[in-house]
């Protein structure tokens, strides 16, 4: 929000320069980005008054002016604006005169006629960009005036970045709080003086009063909305990054700046019926005041007359019942709308306007009648009229409530390191427009003020407090912690080692948003509960994830539009399948896309496959000793026939497979292959126990066992691990081959067994029985064959 000095000391004004003011607001915690002069330095340029103007008598383009600039004789100065006229009053820069870009003004002659000075335009001053002609100031205007005084150009306009829980902060006034809270000074608000004459043409109600707990009009009749807004208002509008337009419009505006209460002016004729503030109904629309069409949803607050909607409430009027030059009747609104029923709907609409930028951070409920008050007086001081009552429509059950907040000095000296003086902490909530409803020796109980939306809980007033004092003044303290340490299992896998695991791999860690869009939702897993936000980022970002996937697969999309195919991502995240604690769990995912190793040149490219990724993913579950089993499954994002659900101890804990080619098109991207499983089950270890090793050589026997064709091989292994023969060490497959010499339907199983004593080297016949009791194992269980 940008600010202008001038205008902030008109309510307060201290005794430091524009800068040591900027300086203590950010100290303050109102962070202010940039503080800009609002002209650049010049010098010897007064008020003139063109008393005459003629042809220049050698050049056509040319004007001989004689310019009346306070002296005691006329200054002739030729000028070429085609706009330059007699009577007309003007910034004359006179012979010395300093202009910006260290410009001097001398005197000079011109076809053969002297020139003593310059008629400036605004942007010769860099008072604006650009201009068209010479400047012409109002007629009022002192003759001989320096224009910096005149035009306040010494003023200087501070930028600030307020941040979202200091709304009240989006106004002079709240500006003007903070600076009186600072420097312990009293503020002066604007005299607002209003005559009521009667009551106004138009009833209104409120049908949802959770949403508009306060809805106040105003009705003024009689006005000339086509005189031109004072030159001070305008310059204070502009200062403040605001555009002009009508009166009306411009006073709706200031009050906007001046006391941060949003206001809408209708043209009253345009009004058919009383005024209602309800819900949209599907399907209508609204023609805004930026020429846009929206259609409007059904969660929308509206403000509707008896024929249509007339504005979207907190947000923008609509444009066919704006005020024009030609309207002589207004309705002036002032309301309190509830920061959540406002909060995301300009951005659901495509839409950023001061209003609803305010009304989302909240807005101070008991400020509306002043607002409208301060609204109606300036409309009547310089578009005429008469006022009506105002017209209420409030529930006193639907506005916030102003909890009661008790604080201690121990608990103040507590979170600050140092104690504060307990007149000084009493001056500053007083300063603050704190209420002290209650207070002994070292407690105080507060009662917030209606415009302080982010005090709500002790830690809030210490924070004002320490703001207040001057956090670079806060005085350094070592640390003490009372801390509770609490034992972690011996057994517990450190999630820091999965990482390293998966980089070690190749893999490179991604963090995405937990809000996802509903497309990728319904890509990823249609059948899961979706939760949707109230108030998105963006309609992109609209439900909470129930998968990692939708993040990595946007990481992948990102990428592969960039160029980079080959593509190893993880991620670790909460997931969510419901909004209470026991419906959200931690999970780990991961993606690889693209070829197995880098181009080379003395061999062929090597796409990546099913089994890489199942490589990945048990090198990790390895960490826990467990057994962990792979059955094939379906699943809504995974390509059948290649996607298995992963169980531990019976429990399904994960998913493993290639995209669907489905989801695949639809998202424009190459062959991926993904995982997912609950972090707990990776992290949930065994304790380490030392097993002795053998100093004999290990005997290895190959089997090729034909079996079905639907018989996985971990079923055969699970089976010759559950044997336990003595001396066993590992199986495991090397070869998986079906075709020419295999009986259709069947598919031969390489598998090596691997066996090994502590005592002594095995015989062969030992390890012949062992071998023979396996195959009869596997001829019994799932009738194998020695091939």
């Known amino acids: ?296 949803k059904e969660d929308t607050l509206v403000i509707t007359d008896a024929k249509s909607v007339l504005a979207i409430a907190g947000v923008m009027g609509g444009e066919a019942s704006s005020t024009q030059t030609t309207t002589t009747d207004i309705l002036l609104e002032s309301a309190f709308f509830e920061p959540v029923s406002i909060a995301g709907k300009a951005r659901n609409y495509g839409l950023h306007t001061e209003s609803s930028l305010r009304f989302e951070r909240g807005v101070d409920f008991n400020i509306t009648e002043l607002a409208l008050d301060r609204a109606a007086q300036l409309v009547i001081e310089i578009c005429g009229g008469e006022a009506s009552e105002i017209t209420k429509s409030v529930d006193e059950s639907a506005l916030p409530k102003l909890e009661p907040i008790t604080i201690t000095q121990a608990k103040i000296q507590k979170i600050l390191g140092f104690e504060l003086d307990s007149n000084w902490i009493e001056e500053k909530f007083i300063n603050l427009d704190f209420e002290i409803s209650d207070k002994t020796s070292n407690s105080w109980t507060i009662i917030p003020p209606s415009f302080r939306f982010d005090i709500r809980i002790p830690a809030d007033l210490i924070e004002e407090l320490a703001r207040l004092y001057g956090y670079d003044k806060l005085p350094v303290q070592k640390l003490s912690l009372d801390a509770n340490i609490n034992v972690i299992k011996e057994a517990q896998i450190d999630k820091y080692d999965v990482m390293q695991a998966l980089v070690s791999r190749g893999y490179q860690e991604v963090i995405t948003y937990s809000f996802i869009s509903e497309k990728y939702q319904d890509l990823i897993n249609p059948l899961a509960k979706k939760i949707t936000l109230t108030n998105p980022i963006s309609a992109d970002m609209s439900t909470m994830r129930s998968s990692l996937w939708a993040g990595l697969l946007q990481t992948v999309e990102s990428n592969q539009r960039r160029g980079h195919t080959d593509a190893r991502f993880f991620e670790i995240g909460l997931c969510f399948d419901g909004v209470k604690a026991d419906e959200q769990s931690n999970k780990l995912a991961g993606i690889v896309s693209g070829n197995r190793f880098n181009a080379q040149w003395s061999s062929e490219l090597q796409p990546l496959d099913f089994f890489d990724a199942k490589a990945d993913l048990e090198s990790l579950l390895s960490f826990t000793s467990a057994t962990f089993d792979f059955e094939a499954a379906e699943h809504p994002a995974l390509q059948k026939g290649q996607s298995a659900k992963i169980s531990l101890n019976g429990e399904q804990v994960g998913w493993i497979g290639a995209l ?108 012949n029985t062992k071998v023979d009791e396996v195959l009869a194992l596997m001829k019994d269980k799932f009738s194998a064959t020695l091939r």
């Open 660 to 767: 669907s080619p489905a989801v695949q098109k639809e998202l424009s991207l190459s062959k991926c292959y993904l995982y997912e499983v609950d972090l707990n089950a990776i992290l949930a270890g065994k304790i380490a126990k030392y097993e002795s090793f053998s100093s004999y050589q290990q005997a290895q026997r190959d089997i090729a066992l034909v079996v079905d064709q639907a018989t996985p091989v971990a079923a055969l292994t699970q089976s010759i691990n559950e044997l336990k023969q003595a001396h066993f060490v590992s199986v495991s497959l090397f070869d998986v081959y079906s075709g020419e010499h295999i009986e259709s339907g069947k598919k031969s199983v390489a598998l090596s067994l691997t066996y090994q004593s502590l005592e002594a080297t095995l015989a062969d016949d030992e390890v």
């Open 1 to 296: 929000m940008n600010i202008s000095t001038s205008w902030l000391r008109e309510w307060i004004s201290p005794v430091v320069t524009d800068e040591i003011l900027a300086e203590q607001l950010t100290m303050a915690g109102l962070e202010v980005d940039g503080i800009e002069t609002v002209a650049p330095a010049f010098s010897k340029v007064v008020v003139g008054h063109v008393v005459s103007c003629e042809k220049h008598p050698d050049a056509d383009k040319l004007n001989l002016c004689q310019v009346d600039v306070g002296e005691a004789e006329t200054v002739q100065i030729i000028c070429g604006a085609k706009n330059v006229r007699t009577g007309l009053k003007v910034m004359a820069a006179l012979v010395g005169a300093k202009l910006p870009g260290d410009f001097k003004i001398k005197k000079a002659k011109l076809r053969g006629v002297e020139s003593f000075g310059m008629i400036c335009s605004e942007s010769e001053l860099g008072i604006s960009d650009s201009s068209e002609g010479i400047a012409e100031l109002d007629v009022e205007a002192s003759i001989g005036q320096d224009v910096r005084e005149y035009l306040d150009l010494d003023d200087h306009i501070i930028e600030l970045d307020i941040t979202p829980n200091r709304g009240d902060c989006f106004s002079v006034l709240g500006v003007a709080r903070e600076v009186s809270a600072n420097y312990n000074m009293a503020f002066v608000m604007p005299d607002i003086e209003i005559t009521d004459l009667g009551k106004s043409s138009v009833a209104t109600s409120v049908s949802n009063t959770s949403a508009c707990p306060k809805y106040l009009t105003r009705s003024i009749k009689g006005i000339d909305n086509s005189v031109q807004t004072p030159q001070w208002m305008a310059d204070k509008l502009k200062r403040s990054g605001q555009s002009t337009h009508s009166p009306v419009v411009d006073v709706t505006n200031y009050v906007l700046m001046e006391l941060g209460q949003p206001m809408h002016a209708f043209d009253l004729a345009k009004i058919q019926g009383d005024i209602q503030v309800r819900n949209a109904k599907l399907g209508e629309t609204v023609d805004l005041l930026n020429d846009s069409t929206v259609e409007l």
